[in-house]
């Protein structure tokens, strides 16, 4: 892995996510790397699963002072590597690259062109229309009722954990729904999926893991499993390269009525249940980050695994979780 340092000092954000501490972990059994852990929270659970010095408190992603924060944490800790996991912290990233890289921080974060595609979900649907199938997506407002089949979906340009996504059944409530800012999208109703993809620092995809949902249960996947499906793999490849995200993304996908796989989103960062990729055979944050690095990598195989997940804990003294430095 060329990487300059003897010792690579990782800062990831979201500490007290299931996707942060994912990414924690599988950096945390490289030798060679120094896992450092952010959250808004201090009680975030992520971050005591690293010593007392190498904690941090951050502002939240979408208030003014993050991204300042964040490259002031990256000095004073000294990190070689920023990986945000927080959809709300990666445009305050993305403008603030140049600062950030200055220092010699490399951030583990699409493009600005490929994430502005990633988080505008009419723009994401125009943009991987020549790729994969794309339900018809048309802005709330602009739409005319009488052209849409019902029921259809409802929800934000712009939004991630679900937030304002709803059925439409009928034109008068696609007619009362209306508001700017919000997409209405032709309903798939088939099973969903997500594939995970790690591409190289250009793009180029090396692995497509799909994973089903068995049971959800507060957002969060508490089972699930992998599976072999070339058509699933190729779909998330082929959306994953059509706006060129490199490193790790999560391309979700639902069957269409006639059983085809159609385009939901995708979310440019690691995802929550990446511990079922990892424990598949693809260790996606080890190899991201020797892709970082610009290590060419060679294309993953993975084993079709099954995930059961449950709560676990850690005590450390209220000195402890009054003490981690902002
Ligand atoms: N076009 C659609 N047809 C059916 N269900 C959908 C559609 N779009 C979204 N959903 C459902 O809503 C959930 C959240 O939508 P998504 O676009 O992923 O937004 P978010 O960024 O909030 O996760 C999806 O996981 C899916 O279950
Ligand atoms: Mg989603």
Request: net charge neutral; with cysteine.
């Amino acid at each position: 892995m060329p990487r300059p340092s003897a010792r690579t000092r990782v800062l990831v954000t979201g500490a007290g996510g299931p996707a942060g501490i994912a990414v924690m972990r599988s950096l945390a059994a490289d030798p060679a790397v120094d896992v450092l852990a952010a959250d808004m929270d201090n009680w975030a659970a992520g971050l005591y699963l690293v010593p007392p010095a190498a904690r941090l408190l951050l502002p939240a992603g979408d208030s003014p002072g993050f991204a300042a924060a964040a490259l002031a944490a990256c000095t004073r800790m000294r990190a070689d590597v920023l990986i945000p996991t927080v959809d709300a912290e990666l445009q305050p990233l993305s403008d603030a690259r140049g600062q950030i890289e200055a220092v010699g921080v490399r951030l583990m974060l699409a493009p600005g062109q490929a994430l502005a595609l990633a988080l505008d979900k009419l723009a994401l649907a125009r943009a991987c229309a020549a790729a994969v199938r794309v339900p018809r997506t048309e802005c709330m407002a602009a739409a005319d009722p009488a052209s849409w089949t019902f029921p259809a979906i409802a929800k934000p340009r712009t939004g991630s954990g679900s937030r304002g996504v709803r059925r439409l059944d009928s034109v008068a409530e696609l007619t009362a729904e209306a508001r700017p800012g919000y997409l209405v999208q032709e309903y798939l109703p088939g099973e969903e999926y997500s594939v995970d993809v790690l591409a190289d620092r250009r793009g180029r995809v090396v692995a497509a893991v799909p994973r089903l949902r068995a049971r959800v249960d507060s957002g969060v996947s508490v089972a699930g499993r992998s599976l072999h499906s070339r058509q699933l793999e190729e779909f998330g490849t082929a959306a994953a390269e059509a706006i060129g995200l490199p490193f790790i993304c999560n391309v979700q996908c639902r069957r269409d009525a006639g059983g085809e796989p159609a385009l939901v989103e995708i979310n440019p960062r690691p995802p929550g249940s990446l511990p079922l990729t990892i424990a598949s055979g693809v260790d996606m944050p080890r190899l991201a980050l020797a892709a970082l690095y610009g290590a060419e990598l060679p294309g993953q195989a993975f084993t079709e695994t099954a995930m059961v997940r449950f709560l676990d804990q850690r005590f450390v003294s209220m000195a402890d979780i009054e003490q981690v430095p902002a």
